[in-house]
């Protein structure tokens, strides 16, 4: 069992930077690909970004690629979502996903994950 607790959401201008965090519990979080996905208000959840358990694959969606970094630290449980230069369009709940899966191609599908964050907001203005 793994929980998932993400934070460092708010309200920043556009062009700013944020950094979130997805903290875990349970020791066998090191053996978890973790996914960060995000949904705005009326849209569907979408993939933002991914990384395996040992960090040596990280893949993002096309939106966000050469903005957002996503990284782990395995000795402390954590996932971080490195933001930068953000857009009016990044605004939206963004959540942090666990997922055992070892296939790379199941990362960007919300389905392929087994335990899930509460969330936190991400508002950005113009």
């Known amino acids: 069992q793994v929980q998932l607790v993400e934070s460092g959401g708010g309200l920043v201008q556009a062009g700013g930077s944020l950094r979130l965090s997805c903290a875990a519990s349970g020791r066998t979080f090191s053996s978890y690909a973790v996914g960060w996905f995000r949904q705005a208000p009326g849209k569907e959840r979408e993939f933002v970004a991914a990384?395996?358990?040992?960090?040596?694959?990280?893949y993002y969606a096309d939106s966000v690629k050469g903005r957002f970094t996503i990284s782990r630290d395995n000795a402390k449980n954590t996932v971080y979502l490195q933001m930068n230069s953000l857009k009016p369009e990044d605004t939206a709940v963004y959540y942090c996903a666990a997922t055992t899966s070892n296939f790379y191609n199941d990362y960007v599908n919300q389905w392929r994950y087994d335990y899930w964050g509460q969330g936190t907001q991400v508002t950005v203005s113009s």
């Open positions: 990384i395996s358990w040992s960090g040596g694959y990280i």
